[in-house]
């Protein structure tokens, strides 16, 4: 069955920088574009980033451009996101996502808190 990991999360200082990973299992992880999301306390999911079956292409969220990077791994299974110049209002559990045969699978998420 379809599995996402996220790891890499933690607690970090305003500027700062994280490498979120999401490891992939149970589908044909270069056939699919996989996107990023996150959810603050109290608030709804919000898009981050997705990327390309062959990371050739990216697309981000306004908030976050020019500060996050997707990247992904086809021969290991796993996609990335590189925050840098991290702000407190970027904490959230941060969720890789893959829609796969018309389902959006998800992980448990990893948790991002900025804060001094």
């Known amino acids: 069955q379809v599995q996402l990991e996220e790891s890499g999360g933690g607690l970090v200082q305003p500027g700062g920088s994280l490498r979120l990973s999401c490891a992939a299992s149970g589908f044909i992880f270069r056939n699919y574009a996989m996107t990023w999301y996150r959810q603050a306390p109290g608030k709804e999911r919000e898009f981050v980033a997705s990327?390309?079956?062959?990371?050739?292409?990216?697309n981000y969220a306004h908030s976050v451009k020019g500060r996050f990077t997707i990247s992904r791994d086809n021969p290991w299974n796993t996609v990335y996101l590189q925050i840098d110049s991290l702000k407190p209002e970027d904490t959230a559990v941060y969720y890789c996502h893959v829609f796969y045969q018309g389902v959006d699978f998800r992980g448990k998420g990893t948790l991002v808190t900025v804060s001094s």
């Open positions: 990327i390309s079956t062959t990371g050739d292409s990216a």
